[in-house]
């Protein structure tokens, strides 16, 4: 989810309804550094702090891979670095918020903070979550497809967002009024689900639910379903979630 889109449209006092036509000075200059500018480190040089801190959130999404990865490849009954996957998260969603927080404060936001903004989060809400799912036992080929369903919804919605968020009404700050489809850090509550069932031992052969079709094509965990679903609540256009 980008909260920075619609951030950027009041910079300098500009009203809701000239959103959709004014580019914020803030985002023009920085356009122009990433045209012009072909120094040594002009990218960094481009990047507005809030883009920094959305950097984090990326950050934490990819070491939450790395650590299902260490967890696959070590003993899987040493669940350290499984909580560790799971551990990062919550930061990522913590630095996902700061980021609209500082650009508003600042009055500084950008085309490249909304597109950092929504790659980041489909990193670390998106498919670091499927790979502690597959960490802990999701793995037969038909759950694999279903998480990579629950991935491409995800990938989707934020896509969606970047292309329809001029249009989602604003608040007298120019905050968009709701998100359009759950939005995508709320797959930190399957994330909680799995956690619980990390501190109850409930993984691999234990998973919740058992496996149906078992040595077949077919063989799937059925509780997979859950991220189907959250997924298709994710791309929905009928639910609009308020924002905080």
Known sequence: MSKRTSSAATNGGISPKETTEVIPASEDKQKTLL?????????IRAMHLADLITEMNGLCGVMSLFSSMRY???DPSATGNLWAALGFLPFGLFFDFLDGKVARWRKKSSMMGQELDSLAD???FGVSPAIVAFAIGFRTPLDHLCLAFFVLCGLTRLARFNVTANDIPKDATGKA???EGTPIPTTLGLDALMAWWVSQGWIHDAIPGGVWFADSIFEVHPVV???MIHGCLMTSKSIHVPKP
């Open 35 to 43: 045209s012009t500018d072909t120094g040594h480190f002009s990218l």
């Open 177 to 179: 009024a709701y998100f």
């Open 225 to 227: 379903a859950m991220f």
């Open 72 to 74: 696959c490849l070590g």
């Open 122 to 124: 489909l990193i670390s």
